[in-house]
């Protein structure tokens, strides 16, 4: 882009100057629809997302076995919901902002076998594509016990077949730890930012790592490259595939159970606010989707990014999706948040969601280490820099009165309103990295 084309832009879009500028901007979606309006633009629907759930129900009795950590939940891949008053009372008084109604935390951080939200979508795909290739060869069928997966035979099938993914590393640790555990080879193209102990996890799966000295859009398309050639190579794709997407969507139900095993309701007059911390758009994306699905109209979803890669809500607010990049307006895209290290969004995510999602907003580093060091100390629980985005957003929601009028939240509905904080990773941090992460935290 040239600099006229950047000042033709920020003229169309004045936010975009804020976000050359990396100061922290919430953008409230002037064009919001109902689900009913909106769904059609999604391009799937409730049938889509029950094929989703019959499939990692066959699953389950297989990863019952395979994971000792999903043995407990029977091979149900779900994390907790849990209250968390103290960490609330600590961000009203380090932010002067109260929060109406009540803070909630989604642990997808300590979601079984790899820690992360990609437990969901990552591992779902994979899943998918050895159904399909097992039942395509004849080997399998929907009513078989799904368990039988763990025979040498089944090994040694898949072992014929090639996985590969580009990740910034905790889709790579989902797919690389799945796919070996299936029999399949499988290559992880990981992008500069990943750091080393997801790494050395992998190749202790016996997962092929290769490294690059590049970002994720790098890494992405030289996995893609290296897939090419292979007709027995599967190459996932995080920016556009549907069946990731249905992965995380899975999410939308689970939660609606969770939420009324609590007593929580969702309605009008108890508006549900969930902050999502968004790469490229799929893992929230896809959340959001099976949320609105689920419960509704009455469940508001936001996506939140690091100040150096507002890859989402540039795209979403400009309308251009994925044909403008935050580098080409000079943004660095350098945080140190794992996975949402993207310069540019997916296109299917930000053209399926632009009408559902509320909102967005970014924030700095420096905001996810405090909040980090807050919640361990408050809460006891330990997340990942990244994890800590949606944590700003209760905040940014309560302090805006636009927002709550342009959706008529009168002050009691805000006062019975539940806000969940989607933590996505940190269950597997070893302990160092992670008193590395504590230390970076302002008191
Ligand atoms: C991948 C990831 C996200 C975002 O998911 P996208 O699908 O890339 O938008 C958020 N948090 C963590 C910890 C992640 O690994």
Known sequence: MTTTDIDTLIAQHPLVADLIALKETSWFNPDFTSLQEGLPHVGLGQQDIADAHARLLRFAPYLAQAFDDTAASGGIIESPLVAIPAMQRVLELRGGQPIDGALWLKKDSHLPISGSIKARGGIYEVLTHAEKLAREAGLLDEGDDYAQLLSPEFQAFFGQYRIAVGSTGNLGLSIGIMSARLGFHVTVHMSADARAWKKAKLRAHGVTVVEYEDD?????????????????????????????????????????????????????????????????????????????????????CFFAEPTHSPCMLLGIATGLHDAISVQELGIDNQ?????????????????????????????????MYDMLGWLSQAEDIQLEPSALAGMAGPQRICASAAYQQLHGLTPPRMRHATHLVWATGGGMVPPDEMAQYLAKGRQ
Do not use: W
Request: hydrophobic residues 40%.
């Open 216 to 300: 994720y859009g790098v890494a992405v398309e030289q996995g893609r490259r290296a897939a090419e050639g292979d007709p027995r190579c599967f190459f996932i794709d995080d920016e556009n595939s549907r069946t990731l997407f249905l992965g995380y969507a899975a999410a939308g139900e689970r939660v609606k159970a969770q939420l009324q095993a609590q007593g929580i309701a969702v309605d009008r007059e108890h508006p549900l606010f969930v902050y999502l911390p968004c790469g490229v758009g799929g893992g929230p994306g896809g959340v959001a989707f099976g949320l609105k699905m689920a419960l509704g109209d009455h469940v508001h």
């Open 335 to 367: 945080t140190a948040a794992d996975g949402l290290a993207v310069g540019r969004a997916s296109g299917f995510v930000g053209r399926a969601m632009q009408r559902l999602i509320d909102g967005c907003y970014t924030l700095s580093d420096q905001a």
